[in-house]
């Protein structure tokens, strides 16, 4: 695009060869205003050019111009088409198959500009600029498929079929908005050479409680002139903005220069000149503007192609400090090769967290004009620069973005699909993660549904909400009256209860996540009335009752069963199998009972009350596999493994009133 489309002014011209300069009146006229940036006119004389020329390469030739002028304008469709018009009137440069596909970049077409990408390859390998373009593609389409999260729609209340653009907010509230357009109502009545349309003015309008825009209304003659206007920034008291002034004269082109004004209540005062181009620059020749603010208000970042020291080409951002009078002071610092590259970095943002914001199109991008983020580095100097991606980013132009104070929601420009005209204003906002909970507690016996079930979650934010199942076992936790139970950055910690049950415990997180997300859980109770509640296999060696250490990890059950339960007392059941013991003198009971007495002691060791447990020999009473069934097995491995099933460690709740703390019962 045309830079100064939506900048008003701040395009550096692009200067054909002396060679590829056509003969000819109209030839000349048109290669001035070229030259000169009036590229909407440079486009109509092209095209009358064309008419009266008689050669054919020359035809090419200005066929190629046309393209190029609708480039800089911005229009890409059209440029495409009088690009592959020149192709079809063999022009000899074969770089119009690169533009062929940057035209088809910026319009989301990266398949297509690829197979263009090649094509200038095959003709003209040694340019890198065609294997960027491939990459950029490949880049794109993975953005493009995998957005991030931001929520973007046209502000249709402040957009016009013209160019509405870089909002910046005026109040302390940030209820009010100055933006720049070229709507019929601006100052200037002389169409800009460039795009064919008004100089931009600066336009104001508030929004109401219920987010409606007021009818924009241009700011006062103080502000708008017969040139362009554009591009407001205010300080944090909102009483001074800073803005971009380029003068307007019939066939003369003008650099662009920040401007201050101060503001009291509705009403501004006279304008005064940043001084901000080098002493012998000739004024005509350079422009400056896109001021942007730091949070203190002690620096001006700003776009400009002056030739300051480090400049990388095109436009640069620069760093200038000001005085307490909000003036420049000093030299203007270039923000170095990780900002700055060999085309146009401007639009530039400065957060409340000293982050910058601009945009680019020399950095990797999805098509034009992109927006991109860097840290702050430190005084005055940023990098890690990141594109924004899709879809604040796309194939269109985006520039000019801006924050609402410390939300993450505010405001960039651009052409892309979808809006009233040119380029407009867009909002966009990072919508909030939702998260819900919700859930069954079903019966572990009968798999049946548990009615009146409670279910209670406790957040590490100090929240505390409970529910109980209703007929289906069914819970919820999903919206809270404006509100939702389930809050981003937050663990929490889940009980399900219900008397006769053993309570199950459990843990969400919402910590990290960067998607919305509803966890569904299904809770299993088990029942405590009247029955033995199997273990993980606790195994133990023939004749021996010592624990193994395999067996020490399952009993990590029973034990979170029992701080789970405090107000339960257990009977530890141990069983051996049906072969006799000739150990011990009591036999498979006497063993099995030092069995379950192993297990308690573990379990003391961990710090659970003696009180809360009773161990019993079962000796080989309750074998999971009969003896009679063991001695059928065709393999003494089968049999051994049968065996080691029935020495094992199961556990009955006896009470449901036991008193922590107090080693007894209610």
């Given at each position: ?67 190029e ?38 319009q ?10 090649n094509?200038?390859?095959e ?12 990459a ?75 987010g409606?825009?007021s009818?924009?209304?241009k ?43 101060k ?118 100097t ?24 410390e ?45 009146g ?212 019962t209610?």
């Open positions: 695009m045309t830079t100064r489309k939506i900048l008003v002014g701040l395009s550096m011209c692009l200067l054909f060869s002396s060679a590829a300069i056509a003969q000819g009146r109209l030839a000349e006229e048109a290669d001035d205003a070229y030259n000169k940036g009036f590229y909407f006119n440079a486009i109509e004389l092209y095209k009358k050019a064309y008419t009266v020329e008689k050669k054919a390469a020359v035809k090419a030739e200005l066929i190629f111009k046309v393209a002028s609708y480039r800089m304008i911005g229009d890409v469709q059209q440029a495409q088409v009088w690009y592959e018009k020149a192709n079809k009137a063999q022009y000899t440069d074969p770089v119009s198959y690169y533009w062929i596909g940057e035209m088809q970049r910026q989301s077409l990266y398949a297509e500009a690829i197979a263009s990408y094509k200038y390859k003709k003209k390998s040694n340019d890198p600029r065609a294997d960027a373009g491939i950029a593609c490949s880049m794109a389409q993975k953005w493009k498929d995998s957005p991030t999260r931001y929520s973007v729609d046209p502000e249709v209340l402040l957009n016009t079929p013209s160019f509405d653009y870089s909002p910046s907010f005026s109040d302390k509230k940030n209820e009010s908005v100055v933006f720049s357009s070229t709507r019929p109502a601006s100052t200037g009545t002389s169409p800009d050479a460039i795009v064919g349309e008004a100089f931009a003015d600066l336009f104001t309008s508030s929004r109401d409680r219920l409606k825009w009818e924009p209304v700011l006062p003659l103080e502000i708008n002139t017969e040139g362009a206007e554009a591009t407001p920034i205010f300080n944090s008291k909102r009483t001074v903005m800073y803005f971009t002034r380029c003068p307007a004269e019939k066939k003369k082109i003008f650099g662009c220069d920040i401007w201050m004004s503001k009291v209540g509705n009403n501004y005062s006279a304008p005064v000149m940043l001084k901000l181009k080098p002493g012998t620059a000739k004024d005509d020749t350079l422009t400056v503007g896109h001021p942007a603010l730091n949070d203190d208000e002690t620096m001006l970042v700003f776009a400009t192609n002056s030739p300051y020291p480090g400049q990388k080409g095109g436009k640069d951002l620069y760093m200038v400090r000001l005085d307490k009078d909000g003036m420049p002071t000093g030299t203007p610092a270039n923000l170095g090769a990780e900002i700055n590259t060999a085309k146009d970095e401007m639009f530039p943002f400065i957060r409340f967290d000293g982050s910058l914001y601009f945009s680019s199109n020399g950095h990797q991008g999805m098509g034009g004009m992109d927006l991109y983020h860097a840290e702050k580095t430190g005084d005055g940023w990098g890690q620069v990141e594109n924004l991606k899709a879809p604040l980013n796309s194939a269109a132009d985006e520039v000019g973005i801006s924050f609402d104070g939300h993450d929601r505010g405001f960039f420009t651009s052409n892309r699909a979808g809006g009233k005209g040119q380029h407009d204003i867009w909002r966009f906002h990072m919508p909030n993660l939702e998260f819900a909970l919700q859930g069954n507690v079903y019966d572990k016996v009968t798999g049946m549904p548990i009615t079930a409670k279910v209670t979650v406790v957040g590490t934010n100090g929240s505390n909400f409970s529910a109980l199942t209703d007929d289906n076992g069914g819970f919820a936790f999903i919206e809270s009256g404006k509100d939702r139970y389930i809050k981003e950055n937050t663990s929490y910690s889940i009980l399900a209860e219900k008397e006769g049950y053993l309570v199950v415990k459990d843990q969400i997180t919402t910590v990290g996540l960067t998607e919305s997300t509803t966890f569904v859980k299904e809770y299993f109770l088990e029942p405590i009335i009247n029955r033995a509640i199997q273990l993980p296999q606790i195994l133990y060696d023939v004749d021996q009752f010592f624990l193994r250490p395999e067996s020490k990890d399952s009993l990590e059950t029973l034990y979170i069963t029992l701080v789970d339960n405090p107000n339960i007392v257990v009977e530890l059941r141990s069983h051996t199998d049906a072969r006799p013991t000739r150990k011990y003198k009591g036999g498979n009971k006497e063993l099995s009972q030092l069995r379950a007495q192993s297990c308690v002691n573990y379990l003391i060791e961990k710090g659970i009350d003696p009180a809360r447990m009773v161990p019993i020999g079962m000796g080989p009473d309750e074998p999971v596999i009969p003896m009679d069934v063991i001695k059928k097995m065709a393999t003494r491995e089968e049999q051994e493994a049968a065996h080691q099933k029935n020495r094992r460690t199961d556990f009955k709740v006896l009470r449901t009133d036991f008193v922590p703390g107090t080693g007894s209610n």
